[in-house]
């Protein structure tokens, strides 16, 4: 028999986990995407939104598709790079790739690569996958309806 204390710990720990996923993954392709700088504006009215349900479920499922993918592409070019600090690698920014050693280049170029299909494959064109990206860092309603995407995406299909 189960202990009530099992449950909440079991919980306790995919949820931790789960939090994680969503702040890493979304911090690292904040980081990788984010080639671009906006100044933000005082406006009068509420700006329309720029992302749709079919948008978010899109960026949430092309998100956990390429976490793999990226852990694998970090801990390869970590590997070559030794004890060194791994610099950020920003995918459309080559200046970014180039400073990097040819192997780790070769690794980077194939992870963005394998990175933008999947984008694509989720239904969204990368500038939108990126313009999501960017919006998320300041837009708290966004952040969180994605973050409830990930764990929805996350769960068992039979809970959903």
């Known amino acids: 028999m189960k202990k009530i204390s099992d449950l909440f710990s079991r919980t306790s720990r995919k949820r931790t986990l ?3 996923l969503f702040f890493g993954a ?9 080639a671009f700088s906006f100044s933000s504006k005082a406006d009068a009215q509420t700006p ?4 749709n349900n079919t948008e978010i479920d899109s960026y949430a499922q092309a998100v956990l598709a390429m976490e793999p993918a990226r852990q694998n592409a970090f801990e390869e070019i970590k590997k070559l790079i030794g004890n060194g600090e791994i610099p950020n ?9 180039n400073g ?5 280049q070769d690794i980077a170029v194939n992870y ?3 990175a933008q299909k999947i984008v ?32 929805r995406l996350q769960q068992p299909p039979e809970s959903r």
Not at 48 to 51: D, E, F
Not at 100 to 104: E, M, N, S, T, V
Request: hydrophobic content about 40%.
């Open 18 to 20: 789960s939090q994680s």
């Open 26 to 34: 979304i911090a690292t392709v904040g980081v990788i995407f984010n």
């Open 48 to 51: 329309a939104p720029i992302v």
């Open 89 to 97: 690698i920003v995918c459309n920014d080559s200046n970014s790739i």
């Open 100 to 104: 990097l050693p040819k192997k780790a």
């Open 112 to 114: 963005c690569n394998h």
């Open 120 to 151: 694509e494959d989720n239904g969204l064109k990368f500038e939108q996958f990126n313009k999501i990206t960017i919006e998320l860092q300041n837009n708290t309603i966004l952040k969180r309806q994605v973050y409830n995407t990930l764990l």
